[in-house]
């Protein structure tokens, strides 16, 4: 009866936590533990994935005589490489394509699709264990790898290398051709993250906590059992973050780190013990580039 009572309260947090009305609305009082796992599994993982790609910007301006594509401008490349920031390094070059022809008008076309863009990797964060990420400071709550790029050229119709200033536009996602759990945006330095509710985990564990702590001692083990069941039934849940297909994880791995986050310092534990994952890039995988300098024309 104990255990009903706790899971139905889990369920009932957890869904409100995660704003979620069709869920809400679900949570009752006979809720089981497989019910449980359920709840999570939608909570967790419903909106985590790729949105569709965004409308480009594209401004030029000759009013003064001169061809100028302005700033802020944007097109796209595809990588011809993989890139991790597992072994990436700051400064290493990095071999991209626009996608699509660049026209300054009908008549005049800046370079063709496919034709070479000249970048560099500009930064790498390693992922990292996750306890350092619950300290504020640089990438608070962010324990995940991450890359930045910086574009310099792009070759035109006549061989010509043009000089640009770009970099990844902000709160772009790339798009993807091995699609992924979490988004992977710029941010305002040019940095593709890891994008995923991280406020929808740290509820989760803060709802678990608030069931054991308001039940005592006999509920602080009954709320550990049922994150245990939770992780076990729910990987994201036990890792406190989205986990890929390709990623080995089985139900005992995700029950005892299910049980670790449904202990009293829960997140603390697990912070220790796990690790973020690395930021990988894919041969084929797209992204929007934005200049950061107008292009000028001859």
Request: with cysteine; aromatic share 6%; charged share 20%.
């Amino acid at each position: 009866m104990q255990i009903r009572i706790l899971s139905s309260f889990l369920a009932f947090l957890i869904s409100y936590s995660a704003a979620m009305p069709v869920l809400a609305g679900e949570a009752q009082s006979h809720v089981q533990q497989g019910e449980v796992s359920q709840t999570l599994e939608q909570s967790v993982d419903q909106a985590e994935v790729n949105s569709p790609s965004e409308s480009l910007v594209w401004n030029i301006d000759e009013s003064d005589g001169r061809k100028r594509v302005l700033a802020g401008s944007q097109f796209r490349v595809r990588l011809e490489q993989e890139v991790s920031s597992d072994d990436a390094e700051s400064g290493q070059p990095v071999a991209c394509v626009l996608t699509e022809d660049l026209k300054f008008d009908k008549r005049k076309t800046i370079a063709h699709s496919g034709a070479q863009v000249l970048g560099v990797i500009a930064a790498v964060s390693h992922s990292r264990r996750t306890i350092k990420s619950y300290v504020p400071g640089k990438h608070w709550l962010d324990a995940q790898g991450r890359i930045g790029f910086s574009f310099s050229g792009l070759v035109d119709p006549h061989g010509k290398v043009l000089s640009i200033e770009a970099m990844p536009s902000e709160k772009t996602s790339v798009i993807q051709v091995k699609k992924t759990r979490a988004q992977l945006v710029s941010n305002k330095n040019g940095e593709y993250v890891v994008k995923y509710a991280v406020g929808k985990y740290a509820a989760m564990d803060l709802a678990i906590g608030a069931v054991g702590i308001a039940t005592g001692p006999i509920g602080i083990l009954t709320s550990a059992l049922v994150s245990g069941v939770a992780g076990s039934a729910n990987k994201n849940f036990a890792a406190g973050r989205p986990v890929e297909d390709d990623e080995q994880f089985s139900k005992k791995k995700g029950f005892i780190m299910g049980v670790e986050r449904g202990l009293p310092g829960g997140a603390l534990i697990s912070g220790v013990t796990t690790s973020g994952k690395d930021l990988a890039l894919h041969k084929g995988d797209i992204l929007t580039v934005e200049l950061k300098k107008d292009l000028e024309l001859n």
